[in-house]
């Protein structure tokens, strides 16, 4: 096991006497906490009820310390279907018949400590859509490693692309894209963010509840492993150099989760399902809770009746251990049989493990022996749980905008234009990809169609829908609402681009402590800036996950990530013929920049690798500019006016040429405005820019177009054989290119 901790784990053991039973929960629960609970509750908890509230309560499960920010966010639209919160995952609607299911989630803490439990955050994804009634249909990765200089973190890079791609190649579910950026401040916690996307048949969607006493909570999938108890807990402390009790792996089986699929497919195509929830954080006592919150309902649990993998698992890691390929099921009681014939037939672990009522409360029992007997409004978040506004502080930094003028004139742009393909932020990043199956289910067009969103053919359908995720960490480290908005308006521009039309966002919200008035603060403001860009451009949340405590103390030293922010978008494209590409088609075709630039170089790529200044202002951004660009770009591929489209971000706008460029083994001659330096001309990140390339045919109608439309363009040059040149500079071949941007990260990473 590679730990980046550079400790073996302290594995913890649940065979515990009262006291330490107690011990255990309230390390969890803060003094105020405690009091509440007591209070609420009407006496003291027994040791076992402790550890139900440690549980339940962990900012993992209970989200205290964002979930009144979150309720500032829009929810609301025409196409959502089922809101933010309102389930285990957000759905859009497609047409009459059919609906997409959306979800984020992280996995930071367990990385850090192994690598290799990536594949259990594809589990846990993915069955987050299966509890909708939907089939998992893409998935997307958004990972952040520290610097690849360190061999930890290029053994952490290895081992964590080689479990996502175990999971999901053997699970069945395509990767249609994803996005991996490296920083010093993710050295010591790297972040795991995925997002999955699935399709179900809208009569046929099922919700995470018990909403009748006549249902039974059936547990299928998995025996209890004993594994992951109090993970919820772990997740929502900071991770610790020395002495840290680390619960024990969860083990990921992706073969299992499989039949486990496709069983629960066919239960639901018999109409049995009822209502259903993935075992995750929290094991059976979360799911079981939140169902019966949901439902309005109560539920008594037999410990005696859920299968174990080992006779000495004891009554507290039975009910909170994170087993995987586990799901708990809402099932009627006359439909039970039925239910354990399908389970049998697949091979699967099918239990009922207690009974619905109308009490709502919340009692764990084995045998005749009662071991928790609990009101489950005070375990939930939305009852009991705490609610927390923390103190906030901004960093006092004054973020500096950096105009090129600024900083020494680089000299030999060609030099600098080699090197930069091969930055790990740049490079790229197709030799960590072909580990991933791409083509599961022959749905996903991505591979057929260079473009700059993930495009996923719904079967049956005349449509497609079109996949992006985005979170540049540089323009949030020190503007955080600004740097969240961006992370919006790419990801929108991502979707435009490929000739989609955006529909809902789902978000993952990585911060350190939530209890620095700093961290706060930014989480604060980034959540502001999310909820701007979505209001303004009217494409709501419909899902997201926040991830605090991601920072490690070694002593007094504290290593935290910055500001992570990442922003995962769902669109819809009316017909696959309609997929707009980045590739130039032709030698001839004109080159056209929409947008203005300008000589920013804030928070660029280039200023951190040519001048090695880290922090400045995010890059120059006005919403309503973005728009109205996002607007105009729309219209001229919908017209089919022009031949390709590809948004300019990390590395600039050489970067985006090269780009477009490389797919068809084509070159571009292009020339640089006289009012902006080179440097900031080729390697600066301002936004709201597109580089398109336009027919001879269609010319004289994009021009006219474009001057109707009041939008700032510029004619940059044209498509050319393989040449690069630039200001009559030949910058070399593109297949001298195209050898450093391909091997770059494989030659990184793979040493």
Not at 695 to 701: A, L
Request: aromatic share 6%.
């Amino acid at each position: 096991m590679i730990n980046s901790l550079s400790l073996p784990p302290k594995i913890a053991q649940m065979t515990m006497n009262d006291t330490q039973l107690k011990n255990r929960a309230l390390s969890y629960l803060t003094r105020d906490e405690v009091y509440s609970i007591g209070s609420m509750l009407g006496r003291e908890p027994n040791p076992f009820e402790w550890n139900m509230f440690a549980t339940m309560w962990s900012e993992h499960i209970s989200y205290k310390s964002s979930i009144k920010w979150l309720e500032g966010m829009p929810v609301e639209g025409k196409n959502v279907f089922v809101k933010a919160r309102e389930e285990n995952a957000g759905v859009i609607h497609i047409n009459d018949e059919l609906a997409c299911a959306v979800k984020m989630e992280s996995h930071n803490h367990p990385i850090a400590v192994d690598p290799r439990q990536g594949a259990v955050g594809v589990g846990n994804v993915n069955r987050d859509i299966l509890t909708m009634g939907a089939e998992p249909v893409a998935q997307l990765n958004v990972l952040r490693f520290g610097n690849p200089k360190h061999r930890h973190i290029r053994d952490m890079v290895n081992s964590v692309v080689t479990a996502l791609g175990s999971y999901s190649n053997n699970f069945g579910v395509p990767v249609v894209g994803g996005e991996i950026l490296f920083d010093d401040s993710y050295n010591y916690n790297p972040l795991i963010n995925m997002m999955s996307v699935g399709i179900v048949r809208k009569e046929r969607m099922t919700r995470a509840a018990f909403t009748s006493a006549n249902h039974v909570p059936v547990l299928l999938g998995m025996k209890t492993s004993g594994r992951g108890v109090h993970g919820a807990g772990f997740a929502s402390k900071a991770l610790q150099k020395k002495g840290q009790m680390i619960p024990e792996s969860q083990v990921a089986d992706p073969a299992y989760g499989k039949i486990l699929m496709d069983c629960i497919r066919e239960i639901i195509d018999h109409g049995l399902v009822r209502g259903m929830q993935d075992i995750g954080a929290g094991g059976v006592l979360c799911a079981a809770a939140e169902m019966a919150f949901r439902g309005r309902k109560g539920v008594k649990l037999q410990l005696e009746r859920i299968p174990v993998l080992r006779d000495d698992i004891d009554p507290l890691e039975i009910l909170l251990s994170q087993t995987q390929e586990q799901m708990m099921l809402a099932v009627d009681k006359q439909d039970l049989d039925k239910v354990r014939e399908i389970a049998e037939r697949w091979g699967l672990e099918c239990a009922a493990v207690g009974t619905v009522t109308n009490e709502q409360r919340i009692r764990i029992l084995k045998n005749t022996e009662s071991y928790g007997d609990l009101p489950v409004e005070l375990l939930v978040r939305g009852g009991g749980a705490p609610v927390y506004i923390r103190d906030m502080k901004p960093r006092g930094k004054k973020p500096r905008v950096v105009n090129a003028d600024e900083v020494p004139n680089p000299g030999n742009l060609k030099e600098i234009a080699r090197k930069m393909v091969s930055l790990p932020n740049i490079a790229s990043r197709r030799w960590i990809y072909e580990q991933f199956d791409t083509m599961a289910g022959l749905s996903n067009l991505s591979s057929e169609y260079a473009s700059d969103a993930g495009i996923v053919k719904i079967s049956g359908q005349d449509l497609a829908l079109v996949l992006s995720v985005d979170g540049n960490y540089r323009y949030g480290r020190l503007e955080p609402r600004k740097g969240a908005m961006i992370a919006v308006a790419e990801a929108a521009r991502n979707i435009i681009c490929s000739g989609g039309r955006p529909l809902a966002v789902a978000d993952c919200l990585n911060f350190g402590d939530p209890s620095d008035p700093f961290v706060y603060h930014d989480f604060a403001e980034s959540v502001k800036g999310i909820s701007e860009a979505c209001r303004k451009m009217e494409i709501p949340v419909v899902a997201g996950n926040v991830s605090f405590h991601n920072l490690t103390h070694n002593g007094e030293d504290i290593a935290s990530v910055i500001p992570t922010p990442v922003i995962g978008m769902v669109g819809m494209l009316a017909s696959p013929d309609d997929v707009m590409t980045v590739n130039f088609k032709k030698k001839g075709d004109m080159i056209f920049l929409i947008g203005r630039s300008d000589n920013d170089i804030s928070s660029s790529e280039y200023l951190s690798f040519m001048h090695l200044i880290h922090e400045s202002a995010a890059p120059v951004f006005d919403l309503d500019y973005e728009m109205k660009m996002q607007g105009v770009l729309a219209r001229l591929i919908q017209e089919r006016l022009v031949s390709s489209a590809h948004d300019v971000s990390v590395g600039g706008l050489f970067i985006a040429l090269v780009e477009c460029a490389l797919p068809a083994g084509l070159g571009f001659d292009v020339t640089s405005p006289a009012e902006i330096r080179g440097d900031a001309f080729l390697f600066g990140e301002s936004q709201s820019r597109v580089v398109v390339s336009v027919s001879s045919e269609k010319e004289t109608d994009f021009l006219d177009f474009m001057m109707e439309s009041g939008m700032h363009f510029s004619a940059l040059g044209h498509v050319t054989k393989e040449e690069l040149r630039i200001d009559d500079v030949s910058f070399g071949f593109i297949s001298d290119y195209a050898r450093d941007f391909e091997n770059a990260l494989e030659k990184l990473l793979g040493d």
